[in-house]
């Protein structure tokens, strides 16, 4: 059983880190936040080193009242909150590949790979090209996320692969709240006002089974 732990300012319930990669989709990163934050999540937001040019900083970190973590803090800073779920979105071929094999060479694939390894439900939404995504390490990397547990969102039901140089024109279309949804069913937290309505009426539609667990 995880317990998870607030930190020196006090204790925190329902943690969600959200694991922003380097792509396109990063840049509207702001639309998870602000509804994770209205489903009564408190976001705490990590960003590969890649991700930085894509998206505005200060105004991510605005939205959800803490820092945006791009790098290990020094010995003896405060630790960051062991969350109750994960999101990684967009996830690239770069940090799929990287943390399916154990990489963790920067802060972001520091904290997969070791709460991965926790009993934290973790959701990935890659945005690869077709070329990508066809790619036999790629497809292994997924293959061993999926075998660990990660719920990651690609294919029937979650996203396709988009044509190569068309990133500009798919990254509007990011399905964010699908994310969200995902980490709602692993959680049994963080519904939105319709899936509540829709719970409260079908059995077992709130049960934590994902409509991903057979994929
Ligand atoms: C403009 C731009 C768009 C990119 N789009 C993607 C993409 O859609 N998918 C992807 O996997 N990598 C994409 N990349 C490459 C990644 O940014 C690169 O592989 C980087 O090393 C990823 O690092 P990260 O996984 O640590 O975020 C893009 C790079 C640039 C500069």
Redesign the pocket.
Known sequence: MIHHMGDESGSQSHVLSVV??????ASSAGTLVREAVSRGWTVQLIV????L??LDVESLGALSGGPVRSQYGKPGDPRSLLPEAIIVA???????N?WALGIAD?Y??GILAEQTGLEIPVVAI????QA?AVRPPFQRSVKALRAEGVSVLLGPGGIEP?PVHT?AEY?DAFPWLLALDEVSGMTGFGFADTELALARVTPGAASGHSVWDNV
């Not at 922003?20 to 989709?25: D, E, M, S």
Request: one cysteine or more; a negative charge.
């Open positions: 922003v990669c380097g792509a396109a989709p590969t080193p890649s991700a040019p894509f967009p996830a690239t071929f770069n940090t799929i990287q920067n972001a694939l890659p945005f690869v090209s990508l988009h990133e990254a």
